[in-house]
């Protein structure tokens, strides 16, 4: 299917799964603006990537988690390329620990990036998309957030809170013709995932059925088929990617 043209955000699209969402979006002929904190480099390699084949993209600085930021990014770019009509909410980070060790930041860090982000986002960007009476909003989400996973509680009620944020916003956006979905990713090879121990990676294989990590592909072509045309009657769905590690 053709994105003929659609501005796409991808938060955290400078690498990882945000870059191979980028890259899918891109060659499917959305105009993609690249989100990142700090790794501007990163965001250029995956421009670049994006470009040599033909794509268009830009690449954008903010942080998520700060509203004045975002407000400005998307008007920003409102008023560069049009409205935005595709917002994929990638942008996410981990500060595992064990409860009753967890300081309260790290609480407040992955609760902000990762669950507040996607609000603050999805509240700018909804408005261009209820002009259009078009819009496509991709939240990943991850297996922590349905199953838990000791050392993240914060992690994992952050993930499952966009669960509940995708279904009601679905509910409050299916009228304007805007589906708001989630992806749930397993394990998949990623700069997150190799902090990992090699222990803990095989132990993990031994939990997958199909018995391999994802890659970050697994996860664009999910994506990809929820802001396409086969995907415009599904709405408030969370699509898990996960090898089969939690059903
Ligand atoms: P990476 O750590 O590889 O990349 C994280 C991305 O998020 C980077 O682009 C980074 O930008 C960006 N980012 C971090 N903080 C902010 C912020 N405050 N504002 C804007 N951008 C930010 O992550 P993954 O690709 O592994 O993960 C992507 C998403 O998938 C996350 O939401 C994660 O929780 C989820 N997920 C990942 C799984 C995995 O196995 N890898 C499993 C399940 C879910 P910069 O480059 O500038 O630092």
Redesign the pocket.
């Known amino acids: 299917m053709s994105l003929d043209g659609k501005v796409a955000v991808v938060?955290?699209?400078?690498?990882?799964?945000?870059?191979?969402i980028c890259l899918r979006l891109a060659s499917m002929g959305a105009v993609v603006y690249?989100?990142?904190?700090?790794?501007?480099e990163?965001?250029l390699e995956t421009r670049k990537r994006i470009l040599a084949d033909g794509g268009k993209a830009e690449i954008v600085?903010?942080?998520?988690?700060?509203s004045v930021a975002v407000t400005g990014a998307f008007k920003n770019i409102a008023a560069e390329a049009g409205p935005v009509e595709i917002l994929v909410?990638?942008?996410?980070?981990?500060r595992d620990g064990l409860m009753a060790r967890m300081k309260e930041a790290d609480w407040d860090a992955v609760i902000?990036?990762?669950l507040k982000?996607v609000f603050l986002c999805s509240k700018v960007a909804s408005r261009g998309m209820m002009k259009k009476k078009w819009g496509r909003i991709v939240n990943?989400?991850?297996?922590?957030g349905f199953a838990g996973n000791p050392g993240q509680v914060n992690?994992a009620a952050?993930?499952a809170g966009l669960t509940g944020l995708t279904k009601a916003m679905a509910r409050e956006y299916g009228s304007r013709n805007i589906t708001v979905n989630s992806v749930?990713?397993?394990?998949?090879?990623?700069?997150?995932?190799d902090l990992l121990d090699e222990d803990i990676k095989e132990q993990l294989k031994s939990e997958i059925p199909l018995g391999y990590?994802?890659n970050?592909e697994d996860?664009a072509g999910a994506v990809a088929y929820l802001i396409s045309e086969d995907g415009r009657y599904v709405t408030g769905q969370s699509l898990h990617v996960?090898g089969g590690m939690y059903m």
């Open positions: 938060t955290g699209g400078s690498r990882g799964i945000g870059r191979s690249i989100n990142y904190v700090s790794r501007t990163a965001a600085e903010f942080d998520v988690s700060d909410n990638n942008a996410g980070i981990t902000d990036i990762n982000g990943i989400s991850s297996v922590s992690y952050a993930k749930a990713p397993g394990y998949i090879q990623t700069e997150m995932t990590l994802g970050t996860v996960n």
